[in-house]
């Protein structure tokens, strides 16, 4: 497990610094938010459509690892390429870079069941040991792009994301995974719609996914609102590393908090708890007066947070068979990607566009928290779950 941890720590590393690296050149180059947030879009975007063609092509592959090893040189390739091209053509490198995204995450641990057999490790702790990476990389992204940015260049720190994505390429196909067996595959396109009706009729699956992407889509609002909230407290956008950093800094300590009794609990419930109890940590974000006591119910909401995601890959592991883990993972990842892109883009309309104050945003965003969790309980009901009618 320790050469997938560091070749997909790596990976994932480039990846969070994308989002800042982008911005910072966007902006170093001209200056336009309406440019910075196309190039963002093209990068997260293509993932909605591309994640269950990619997971079904990692289950097909007899070597998966050579498709994760031509992500990375793809966001390599792409980053150089963002150095090179004009400013208004940056949206098409970016674009190209976001359709293989899905590997970064969900294809990586797609591989993680079949490491941890292969070196008789315990799934439950390779699992959390996953998601921890998860946390770590984005504490570690973006902070290191902004510090890249500022006291170099924003050029450096796109050229470091390519660095990092070679160095990444070559400990990943040093991995040595167990090769899918050499029976007989469906067609590709069968293969997606095996995936996709697993994933849609499997009833905890369903509900763990529902509840996930729906709480990760309304998290994308607090994305852009953090920042003219931070304003308003007087702290500065500046400030909007900070609180994120501090917020995974929960992720983490609650993760170490319940990694030991995860394996006990029901995974999809876990994700309607923790979901639940992320909206109710927000609504205490607007009672916050300044900076320093921001950051402590940050902390308090990267605790709420942090089991979220080991238990959403739980569930994956758990009701998913072998031969669709990888389309499961990587469509999950991308409609994780899909939904905070959309709610994103809603956060930065609702403050900037119809006039919405900040801390009117954060309450949305807990109102659809607490409403994803009951949403995704619903969902996870079977059939003779259900009263029957007289």
């Not at 669709?324 to 990842?333: E, H, I, M």
Request: charged fraction near 10%; include cysteine.
């Amino acid at each position: 497990m320790t050469r997938y941890l560091l070749s997909a720590g790596l990976a994932r590393l480039a990846d969070e610094m994308v989002g800042v690296a982008v911005l910072l050149l966007v902006a170093s180059r001209t200056g336009s938010e309406l440019l910075s947030g196309l190039v963002v879009a093209a990068y997260t975007v293509p993932s909605v459509v591309s994640g269950p063609l990619l997971g079904a092509w990692l289950d097909r592959a007899r070597r998966p690892v050579l498709l994760l090893v031509g992500n990375q040189v793809v966001l390599a390739a792409m980053a150089l390429a963002m150095l090179a091209a004009p400013a208004a053509l940056l949206p098409a490198p970016a674009f190209v870079a976001g359709v293989t995204l899905p590997m970064t995450s969900g294809g990586f641990t797609s591989l993680v069941p079949r490491l941890a057999a292969a070196g008789r490790v315990d799934l439950n702790r390779a699992t959390s040991q996953d998601a921890l990476l998860f946390n770590a990389a984005a504490i570690g992204g973006p902070a290191l792009a902004g510090v890249l940015g500022a006291t170099a260049s924003p050029a450096t720190a796109v050229a470091v994301i390519g660095a990092l994505s070679l160095v990444g390429a070559l400990c990943t196909a040093a991995l040595r995974v167990p090769p899918h067996p050499a029976d007989a595959h469906p067609s590709l396109w069968t293969a997606v719609r095996r995936g996709l009706r697993h994933l849609a009729v499997t009833p905890p699956l369903r509900g763990a996914t529902t509840a996930s992407v729906l709480g990760y889509g309304a998290s994308g609002l607090v994305f852009t609102t953090l920042p003219f909230h931070l304003e308003d407290l007087g702290a500065g956008r500046d400030a909007t590393g900070i609180a994120w950093a501090v917020l995974e800094v929960g992720c983490v300590v609650g993760v170490l908090a319940v990694r030991r009794r995860l394996p006990g609990w029901r995974p999809e419930r876990v994700v309607f708890t923790t979901v639940a109890l992320y909206g109710v940590t927000l609504l205490l974000w607007p009672l916050a007066g300044g900076f320093t006591a921001l950051l402590g119910v940050v902390l308090l909401s990267g605790l709420a947070q942090g089991p979220t995601l080991p238990a959403t890959i739980t569930a994956r592991q758990r009701y998913t068979p072998g031969p669709l883990l990888g389309q499961v993972s990587t469509t999950g990842a991308s409609l994780k990607i899909g939904a905070f892109s959309l709610g994103a883009a809603a956060g930065g309309t609702l403050v900037e566009v119809w006039g919405w104050a900040p801390v009117s945003v954060i309450l949305l965003v807990a109102g659809c928290e607490l409403v994803a969790a009951p949403l995704g309980a619903i969902a996870a009901r079977s059939p003779r779950d259900r009263p029957a009618t007289p």
